[in-house]
């Protein structure tokens, strides 16, 4: 299972519709288990207010590796949410930005984020 | 960091406020790796329809093996999104139910399928 570059208009029309939940769908959990991976949350977080370089989110998520961050970066790219950015800048600045897959996961934060201020203490 | 066994209904009137996306928020972490964990997404779909049977449930997740299942629905246990519920028929019944507080991540649970509806392939 993988990521569409497009987003399918056809579904997007159709998801206002509140239908019963079904048991179980494959598309589902791949999304909850991508964006639930540890650090992905913070690090989509982070990029939704700007493009950042990578010392830049680093810094914005205590206790985040070196390592990790460009672990998940990677897969992140892979999956088609986050894009890297070479400016042509000297010296040259590399920034990692939300593609609009990654962008319209914002209301999914949000909804995660609202049920967290209320039920985690 | 735990779960409340009561929504603080402070935060839940502030939460229909739409503020900038904080870029780092513990709280925000914890819920989306709770729920990230791997069948647990599948398992909260399974449970958002009705109460079910530990066999019911095995049976609507493909591929979700005994034990895992166990596993996490001791985790959702305790953590207080499921409860276990033994009804007094004969024989002994028990089922698997969501708190009020698994109940209320239907919105989350939404959010996502809308999100994987439309970039899933």
Redesign the interface.
Known sequence: ????TE??VA??A??TD?N??????P????????????????IL??L??APRRFNEILG???GLSDRLLTERLRELETEGIVIRVVHSDRPVRVTYDLTC?GR??????????????????
């Open positions: 299972m993988n990521l569409r987003p399918n579904k997007h159709e998801a509140h019963e939940i079904s048991p179980f769908c598309r589902f959990q791949y999304t909850l288990e991508l964006i639930g991976r540890r650090w992905v949350g913070a977080r982070t939704m207010g914005a998520i205590p897959c319209s996961l914002e209301p999914v934060i949000r909804s995660v984020s609202e049920w967290a201020e209320v039920w985690v203490r």
